[in-house]
Protein backbone atom coordinates (compact mmCIF):
# COMPACT_ATOMS: atom_id res chain seq x y z
CA UNK A 1 0.00 0.00 0.00
CA UNK A 2 2.64 2.31 1.00
CA UNK A 3 4.94 1.48 -2.00
CA UNK A 4 1.81 2.08 -4.51
CA UNK A 5 1.34 5.59 -2.67
CA UNK A 6 4.66 6.56 -3.69
CA UNK A 7 4.33 6.11 -7.07
CA UNK A 8 1.03 7.56 -7.71
CA UNK A 9 3.34 11.21 -5.71
CA UNK A 10 5.94 10.81 -8.20
CA UNK A 11 3.41 10.31 -11.10
CA UNK A 12 1.77 13.55 -10.23
CA UNK A 13 5.25 15.70 -9.92
CA UNK A 14 6.00 14.73 -13.42
CA UNK A 15 3.24 15.54 -14.86
CA UNK A 16 3.06 19.42 -13.30
CA UNK A 17 6.82 19.51 -14.44
CA UNK A 18 6.19 18.92 -17.80
CA UNK A 19 3.04 21.11 -17.98
CA UNK A 20 5.88 23.88 -16.58
CA UNK A 21 7.81 23.01 -19.22
CA UNK A 22 6.05 23.72 -22.08
CA UNK A 23 6.89 26.97 -24.24
CA UNK A 24 4.50 29.99 -23.01
CA UNK A 25 1.85 31.12 -24.88
CA UNK A 26 0.91 34.44 -26.48
CA UNK A 27 4.27 35.64 -26.90
CA UNK A 28 4.43 38.19 -29.91
CA UNK A 29 4.81 36.56 -33.15
CA UNK A 30 7.18 37.69 -35.47
CA UNK A 31 4.90 39.90 -37.95
CA UNK A 32 3.51 41.54 -35.42
CA UNK A 33 7.05 42.26 -33.59
CA UNK A 34 8.02 43.86 -36.47
CA UNK A 35 5.42 45.90 -37.33
CA UNK A 36 5.33 47.14 -33.94
CA UNK A 37 8.50 48.25 -34.27
CA UNK A 38 7.84 50.33 -37.75
CA UNK A 39 4.46 51.70 -35.73
CA UNK A 40 6.93 51.99 -32.56
CA UNK A 41 10.10 54.25 -34.48
CA UNK A 42 6.92 56.28 -36.36
CA UNK A 43 6.49 57.63 -33.03
CA UNK A 44 10.15 59.64 -33.54
CA UNK A 45 8.58 61.88 -36.60
CA UNK A 46 8.45 65.50 -35.74
CA UNK A 47 5.71 65.60 -38.77
CA UNK A 48 2.27 66.66 -37.40
CA UNK A 49 0.50 65.08 -39.94
CA UNK A 50 1.81 61.98 -40.95
CA UNK A 51 4.12 59.52 -39.07
CA UNK A 52 5.75 56.87 -41.17
CA UNK A 53 7.75 54.29 -39.56
CA UNK A 54 10.06 51.04 -41.14
CA UNK A 55 11.75 47.98 -40.40
CA UNK A 56 14.15 45.92 -42.64
CA UNK A 57 14.08 42.57 -41.85
CA UNK A 58 16.65 39.66 -43.13
CA UNK A 59 15.89 36.40 -43.75
CA UNK A 60 17.33 35.07 -40.06
CA UNK A 61 14.74 37.84 -38.85
CA UNK A 62 17.31 40.51 -37.82
CA UNK A 63 16.25 43.67 -37.95
CA UNK A 64 18.96 45.38 -40.07
CA UNK A 65 17.80 49.05 -40.19
CA UNK A 66 14.68 51.07 -39.02
CA UNK A 67 13.68 54.43 -39.36
CA UNK A 68 11.15 57.65 -39.46
CA UNK A 69 10.16 60.44 -41.56
CA UNK A 70 12.16 63.42 -40.48
CA UNK A 71 14.47 66.58 -41.29
CA UNK A 72 18.04 65.48 -43.01
CA UNK A 73 20.96 65.86 -39.80
CA UNK A 74 21.59 69.18 -38.86
CA UNK A 75 18.56 70.99 -40.48
CA UNK A 76 16.68 71.87 -37.40
CA UNK A 77 13.17 70.55 -36.71
CA UNK A 78 12.59 73.72 -35.44
CA UNK A 79 13.28 75.91 -38.07
CA UNK A 80 11.97 73.34 -41.28
CA UNK A 81 8.56 73.91 -42.36
CA UNK A 82 6.36 70.98 -41.77
CA UNK A 83 2.95 72.60 -43.57
CA UNK A 84 1.78 70.72 -46.24
CA UNK A 85 0.70 74.04 -47.94
CA UNK A 86 1.90 77.31 -49.01
CA UNK A 87 2.16 80.34 -51.35
CA UNK A 88 5.86 78.60 -52.32
CA UNK A 89 6.27 75.00 -52.84
CA UNK A 90 9.69 75.68 -50.70
CA UNK A 91 7.77 76.52 -47.74
CA UNK A 92 5.71 73.52 -47.31
CA UNK A 93 7.91 70.11 -45.74
CA UNK A 94 7.75 67.82 -49.13
CA UNK A 95 11.38 69.14 -50.50
CA UNK A 96 12.84 68.79 -47.56
CA UNK A 97 11.90 65.57 -45.38
CA UNK A 98 13.52 62.27 -45.31
CA UNK A 99 10.83 59.38 -46.00
CA UNK A 100 11.12 56.63 -43.63
CA UNK A 101 12.35 53.99 -45.83
CA UNK A 102 15.53 56.21 -47.14
CA UNK A 103 16.34 56.52 -42.87
CA UNK A 104 15.99 53.29 -42.55
CA UNK A 105 18.11 51.90 -45.77
CA UNK A 106 20.80 54.73 -44.18
CA UNK A 107 20.91 53.98 -41.05
CA UNK A 108 21.11 50.24 -42.00
CA UNK A 109 23.92 47.88 -40.16
CA UNK A 110 24.45 44.77 -42.18
CA UNK A 111 26.69 45.53 -45.46
CA UNK A 112 23.57 44.98 -47.66
CA UNK A 113 19.39 44.00 -47.75
CA UNK A 114 19.61 41.59 -50.36
CA UNK A 115 16.57 39.29 -49.77
CA UNK A 116 15.26 40.96 -46.95
CA UNK A 117 11.66 42.39 -46.32
CA UNK A 118 10.74 46.09 -45.00
CA UNK A 119 7.72 46.62 -42.54
CA UNK A 120 6.00 50.02 -43.05
CA UNK A 121 3.24 52.09 -41.90
CA UNK A 122 2.52 53.48 -45.01
CA UNK A 123 2.84 52.18 -48.84
CA UNK A 124 5.78 53.38 -49.74
CA UNK A 125 5.78 56.33 -52.70
CA UNK A 126 7.86 56.03 -55.92
CA UNK A 127 10.64 56.98 -54.84
CA UNK A 128 11.06 55.01 -52.01
CA UNK A 129 10.15 52.00 -54.34
CA UNK A 130 13.31 52.51 -56.15
CA UNK A 131 15.06 52.66 -53.12
CA UNK A 132 13.52 49.50 -52.02
CA UNK A 133 14.19 47.80 -55.87
CA UNK A 134 17.67 48.93 -56.07
CA UNK A 135 18.33 47.49 -52.62
CA UNK A 136 17.29 43.77 -53.31
CA UNK A 137 14.34 44.12 -51.04
CA UNK A 138 11.90 41.28 -51.93
CA UNK A 139 8.62 42.07 -49.73
CA UNK A 140 7.06 44.78 -48.92
CA UNK A 141 4.51 44.57 -45.91
CA UNK A 142 2.34 48.06 -45.30
CA UNK A 143 -0.34 48.91 -42.78
CA UNK A 144 -1.90 51.95 -44.66
CA UNK A 145 -2.82 52.54 -48.18
CA UNK A 146 -4.10 56.06 -47.83
CA UNK A 147 -3.05 57.82 -50.57
CA UNK A 148 -3.45 55.01 -52.80
CA UNK A 149 -5.41 56.75 -55.45
CA UNK A 150 -1.68 59.34 -55.81
CA UNK A 151 0.63 58.94 -58.40
CA UNK A 152 3.74 58.18 -56.48
CA UNK A 153 1.51 54.98 -55.29
CA UNK A 154 0.08 54.24 -58.54
CA UNK A 155 3.93 54.08 -60.04
CA UNK A 156 5.70 52.43 -56.73
CA UNK A 157 2.99 49.77 -57.76
CA UNK A 158 3.83 49.40 -60.84
CA UNK A 159 7.58 49.44 -60.25
CA UNK A 160 6.75 46.69 -57.63
CA UNK A 161 4.69 44.62 -60.08
CA UNK A 162 7.26 44.67 -62.77
CA UNK A 163 10.13 43.78 -61.01
CA UNK A 164 8.06 41.00 -58.70
CA UNK A 165 8.25 42.99 -55.12
CA UNK A 166 5.30 41.51 -53.62
CA UNK A 167 3.24 43.80 -51.08
CA UNK A 168 0.89 42.57 -48.82
CA UNK A 169 -1.42 44.40 -46.23
CA UNK A 170 0.05 43.39 -42.80
CA UNK A 171 -2.80 41.31 -40.90
CA UNK A 172 -2.03 41.54 -37.25
CA UNK A 173 -2.68 38.91 -34.75
CA UNK A 174 -3.67 40.86 -32.06
CA UNK A 175 -6.10 44.07 -32.46
CA UNK A 176 -3.31 46.02 -30.12
CA UNK A 177 -0.34 45.67 -27.98
CA UNK A 178 0.24 47.94 -25.29
CA UNK A 179 3.29 49.29 -23.83
CA UNK A 180 3.53 49.96 -20.11
CA UNK A 181 6.38 51.65 -18.80
CA UNK A 182 4.63 51.41 -15.17
N1 LIG B 1 6.06 56.07 -47.91
C1 LIG B 1 6.14 57.26 -47.29
C2 LIG B 1 5.27 58.29 -47.61
C3 LIG B 1 5.39 59.48 -46.95
N2 LIG B 1 6.33 59.64 -46.01
C4 LIG B 1 6.37 60.87 -45.25
C5 LIG B 1 6.64 62.16 -45.93
C6 LIG B 1 5.88 63.15 -45.08
O1 LIG B 1 6.65 63.49 -43.93
C7 LIG B 1 4.67 62.37 -44.65
C8 LIG B 1 3.48 62.54 -45.58
O2 LIG B 1 2.81 63.71 -45.20
P1 LIG B 1 1.31 64.02 -45.65
O3 LIG B 1 1.33 64.33 -47.12
O4 LIG B 1 0.48 62.80 -45.35
O5 LIG B 1 0.92 65.20 -44.81
O6 LIG B 1 5.08 61.04 -44.67
C9 LIG B 1 7.18 58.60 -45.70
O7 LIG B 1 8.04 58.73 -44.80
N3 LIG B 1 7.09 57.45 -46.37
ZN1 LIG C 1 8.88 57.65 -50.05
Known sequence: MFALQAAVINFQLWVRSETAC???EGYLEWPDYFMAVAVLTAQRSKDPNT???????NPENKIVGIGYNGMPIGC???VMP????ASNELDTKYPYVCHAELNAFVNKNSAD???CRIYVTLFPCNECAKLIIQAGIKEV???SDKNHDKSE???AKRLFDLTGITYTRFTPKRRQLVVDFD
Open 76 to 78: SDD
Open 153 to 155: VKA
Open 22 to 24: QKR
Open 82 to 85: WGKT
Open 113 to 115: VKG
Open 141 to 143: IFV
Open 51 to 57: QVGACIV
